[in-house]
């Protein structure tokens, strides 16, 4: 399996060789009315893509209103300005327009394309739908339905169930645990004010930023930055969300549910993405968890023991706190069993960290695989906000790969040690786990 994964890696570094050659050249712009945007500008193809976010999502709703920057993400294009929400969507349609947003929980996002030819016409819409939004009772209603529909899907999926309580169990109350979804309860109570206060205390120009991509040049997509957010308040106030407080020990939640596997979500305190071991951590983190099969936790669990199809793990850097989170599901039987492996990896991999041929293997993959996030349009102006949301610099794109294959046995070893700690493990489980007996302080659901 290894083998044929060094053979794929060097399949992807000989392929994009010729994607490196067209290098990303971004430039940071400032509209006449002062507004700052990065862009690539590429006539290639008649295409305009733009990402754009403002600071303050989800943990930002007030506690009795959680929900609130979900509900406004779906209402955006449910009508703005003289268009009723039939209209507004039959616009989209004649301009080729695609246009949707979401409210994570840090930042409330934005993503437009649009044909060239159609680009006036595309940003009024665009303009229409950020700076006058409509609320009326009809499309609310039926958002209301939609995501009413969607927390009740949630509330029977066993992944769900298990990363919520999980959640719940490391965070406690703090604003990163709620669903930003909502509850029955806040999303049946929400109001056309209450989205019109979401609206108001987070769109405002000293919260935006934005990445626009194609057939538009510097001096045109000034213009258009004017046009669209131009009316926009200056500033909507601070953004305030507290750090993480971490529990001092792991422990394990179980959920029953009459399933015939079990669902196992799990994590550890993690690093931010400002800290100076992040790209360590993230190398690191690849050879345990996030190389797909050539992950050892896959190596282990799966292809040795068959106990899963798949188990992952990933980094969580949100700016208040990270998390090292993992899932894996296994039958009810064999719950115990994976928990152990699970646990022993965790371990060795603190102890030892990777071995040589395993971090030579994964920095050749990440830096092969990297200019696949630059292949399209909507991809470049997705990863433009990114690296700006993550305050990594303009020329991170440049020297990314840099970073990656500086990374040393050293370091990775290092920050393994540093960031695994099998006894800080959280773990929920959603099932029937056989094999799993509970401490002192852990508790079934």
């Known amino acids: 399996m290894k083998a044929l994964r060094l053979a794929l890696a060097a399949l992807v570094v000989t392929f994009m060789q010729a994607v490196a050659a067209h290098a990303v050249d971004i430039k940071e712009i400032t509209s006449p009315g002062g507004i700052k945007a990065w862009i690539v500008s590429d006539s290639t193809i008649p295409i305009i893509a733009m990402n754009f976010s403002f600071r303050g999502g989800t943990a930002n709703d007030p506690a009795d209103k959680?929900?609130?920057?979900?509900?406004?993400?779906?209402?955006?294009?449910?009508?703005?300005?003289?268009?009723?929400?039939?209209?507004?969507?039959?616009?989209?349609?004649?301009?080729?327009?695609?246009?949707?947003?979401?409210?994570?929980?840090?930042y409330f996002e934005g993503s437009f394309q649009t044909l060239s030819e159609n680009r006036d016409a595309a940003f009024e819409l665009l303009r229409k739908a950020v700076?006058?939004?409509?609320?009326?009772?009809?499309?609310?209603?039926?958002?209301?339905?939609?995501?009413?529909?969607?927390?009740?899907?949630?509330s029977e999926n066993p992944s769900r169930i298990a990363s919520e309580a999980l959640l719940k169990t490391m965070l406690a109350s703090h604003p990163y645990a709620n669903d930003r979804k909502g509850t029955v309860d806040t999303v049946n109570a929400m109001t056309p004010d209450d989205l019109?206060?979401?609206?108001?205390?987070?769109?405002?120009?000293?919260?935006?930023?934005?990445?626009?991509?194609?057939?538009?040049?510097?001096?045109?997509?000034?213009?258009?930055?004017?046009?669209?957010?131009?009316?926009?308040?200056?500033s909507a106030g601070p953004v305030s969300v507290p750090d993480v407080q971490w529990p001092e020990k792991g422990s394990i939640t179980i959920v029953e549910r009459d399933i015939p596997q079990s669902v196992m979500t799990f994590a550890m305190p993690g690093i931010l993405r400002s800290d100076p071991d992040f790209i360590a951590a993230y190398v690191m983190n690849f050879v345990l968890g996030d190389g797909g099969f050539g992950s050892r936790l896959m190596e282990e669990i799966r292809?040795?023991?068959?106990?899963?199809?798949?188990?992952?793990?990933?980094?969580?850097?949100?700016?208040?706190?990270?998390?090292?989170?993992?899932?894996?599901?296994?039958?009810?039987s064999r719950a115990g069993e994976t928990l152990d492996v699970l646990r022993a990896e965790l371990t060795k991999m603190a102890t030892d960290g990777p071995t040589q041929g395993e971090l030579d293997e994964a920095k050749t993959y990440i830096t092969g695989s990297y200019p696949l996030r630059y292949d399209s349009s909507g991809k470049i102006a997705q990863q433009l906000l990114a690296i700006q949301?993550?305050?990594?610099?303009?020329?991170?794109?440049?020297?990314?790969?840099?970073?990656?294959?500086?990374?040393?046995?050293?370091?990775?070893?290092?920050?393994?040690?540093?960031?695994i700690?099998?006894?800080?493990?959280?773990?929920?489980?959603?099932?029937?786990?056989?094999?799993?007996?509970?401490?002192?302080?852990?508790?079934?659901?």
Do not use: C, H
């Not at 990445?211 to 200056?234: C, H, N, T």
């Not at 370091?411 to 393994?416: I, L, P, Q, T």
């Not at 006894?423 to 659901?445: H, N």
């Open 131 to 154: 700076a006058e939004p409509r609320f009326d009772t009809v499309p609310m209603n039926k958002v209301r339905g939609q995501i009413l529909v969607g927390i009740k899907s949630d």
């Open 421 to 445: 700690q099998p006894d800080a493990l959280t773990i929920s489980i959603v099932g029937r786990p056989e094999g799993i007996p509970l401490k002192t302080g852990e508790t079934p659901g």
């Open 66 to 106: 959680v929900g609130r920057a979900y509900f406004l993400s779906g209402m955006l294009d449910e009508g703005a300005g003289d268009l009723p929400s039939e209209a507004f969507q039959e616009r989209m349609s004649e301009l080729a327009v695609r246009m949707s947003f979401d409210a994570e929980r840090e």
């Open 389 to 419: 949301q993550e305050n990594l610099g303009i020329d991170y794109v440049n020297k990314r790969n840099d970073l990656v294959n500086a990374v040393t046995l050293e370091d990775a070893k290092g920050v393994a040690k540093r960031l």
């Open 196 to 234: 019109r206060d979401a609206w108001k205390s987070t769109f405002a120009r000293d919260r935006l930023l934005v990445g626009i991509v194609g057939d538009i040049s510097e001096e045109e997509a000034g213009k258009m930055l004017d046009k669209v957010f131009g009316g926009l308040p200056e």
């Open 303 to 332: 292809e040795k023991r068959g106990l899963t199809y798949g188990i992952y793990t990933g980094l969580v850097t949100w700016d208040n706190g990270g998390l090292v989170i993992g899932s894996v599901s296994t039958q009810n």
